[in-house]
């Protein structure tokens, strides 16, 4: 063999070796990449802003009440009772204060806002700017929250940046209001049932306008979280079961979470399959100590899916060990989803924990219509 070609082949071997070596580099450092984070460094890299103090809050609101007097701001002269033909969009500013007890909204704008929220004012948009601006937000996830019964605009505000700021929740939160509540007199607190049913009536109006709102948000391709509580069950479950069968079987929804749903048992099976089609997971906080939904029952006439059922598919939670009324009065009540024992469970739940492996939770009974329990 002449020398020429022995260094030929020197070279090529040389340069096959090198290769190798750079080959099996790179897969150490592609299999280095791939192992798991510990949790604490996950968590502290997600949670940038750690809402540790007094705080204005942006809440991005889609409604469909009819606008009142206050075009400025969020307060009780904002929006109304009743249905409107086109939605409204905008962002309330909220600030939310530090010293006060988790799940107090108690609003008061000329006192220390350190103890009380205040209504800072509000910023109006069109359908297209709104949807655009959420689209080009550097947040990649969003959490829409839905109220439920005699919840007035302001209060529906506040308490969506409430949960936002409990939860340390990173993405950009949607509230979407329908038209619930009531004049504040005394005779329109007095006559709850007729406030009830005036409610109940604007609910299922707005299935068809929370369906085209959820068409609009899917489309900004951000992961979604959806937490709804009470009578806005009535809004957004046909809505989902309709998308779903419109949409095919993409799981566009990360987290879908029930508090206390004031919805028809027998009607909540038939729409589940649409549920479960887009969720990828299901979450139901139930208690069948909930006196609003036992008067709901007499009033409807058939039993409600918060007061604990099983349904395949979903992780249903029975919150009552944590509200413990005496007598019926007393405890968390209806309102449970904005309180701690909830707030620090959904928190693991909007990071992905399973139910099992989740603080504070353990298996029911077989017997018992829940799946879990939330313990003291």
Avoid at 89 to 112: E, M, Q
Wanted: glycine content about 8%; proline content about 3%; charged content about 20%.
């Amino acid at each position: 063999m002449k020398h020429s070609q022995k260094n030929e082949i020197s070279k090529h071997y040389l340069t096959s070796k090198l290769l190798t070596k750079l080959f099996f580099l790179n897969l150490i450092i592609q299999l280095w990449s791939c192992v798991p984070k510990e949790i604490g460094v996950m968590i502290n890299e997600t949670i940038q802003e750690p809402f540790d103090d007094q705080k204005i809050i942006n809440v991005h609101y889609v409604t469909t009440r009819r606008e009142l007097t206050n075009k400025e701001n969020c307060d009780e002269a904002a929006y109304g009772f009743i249905t409107d033909i086109n939605p409204h969009y905008g962002t309330c500013l909220v600030s939310t204060p530090t010293n006060r007890a988790i799940g107090d909204i108690s609003l008061d704008n000329k006192a220390d806002k350190s103890k009380f929220f205040q209504l800072k004012g509000r910023l109006n948009l069109n359908e297209s700017d709104f949807f655009s601006k959420l689209k080009e937000s550097k947040a990649k996830e969003i959490l829409i929250f839905v109220h439920g019964f005699n919840v007035n605009f302001d209060e529906a505000a506040t308490r969506a940046a409430q949960i936002k700021f409990d939860l340390k929740f990173q993405g950009d939160v949607v509230l979407y209001s329908w038209p619930a509540g009531s004049e504040a007199s005394l005779l329109g607190q007095v006559m709850v049932r007729s406030v009830y049913e005036s409610n109940f009536a604007e609910a299922k109006i707005n299935r068809n306008p929370f369906l085209t709102f959820l068409k609009s948000i899917k489309s900004t391709g951000k992961k979604l979280h959806l937490v709804v509580h009470s009578m806005g069950h009535q809004v957004v479950l046909p809505a989902i079961s309709e998308a779903s069968a419109e949409g095919g079987a993409s799981k566009w929804i990360t987290e879908l979470v029930l508090n206390a749903p004031d919805y028809d048992r027998a009607e909540f099976s038939l729409v589940l399959p649409g549920l479960l089609g887009v969720s990828n997971r299901v979450t139901l906080y139930c208690s069948p100590g909930d006196n609003a939904l036992l008067a709901s029952q007499k009033v409807n006439g058939g039993q409600r899916a918060g007061m604990c059922f099983k349904y395949p598919g979903v992780d249903v939670i029975n919150v009552n060990e944590v509200d413990s009324p005496v007598l019926g009065v007393g405890g968390l009540g209806h309102g449970y989803y904005s309180s701690r024992p909830i707030l620090t469970d959904m928190y693991q739940v909007l990071f992905g924990v399973s139910v099992e492996k989740r603080l504070f939770i353990r298996r029911s009974g077989a017997n018992n219509g829940e799946n879990w329990v939330l313990r003291k």
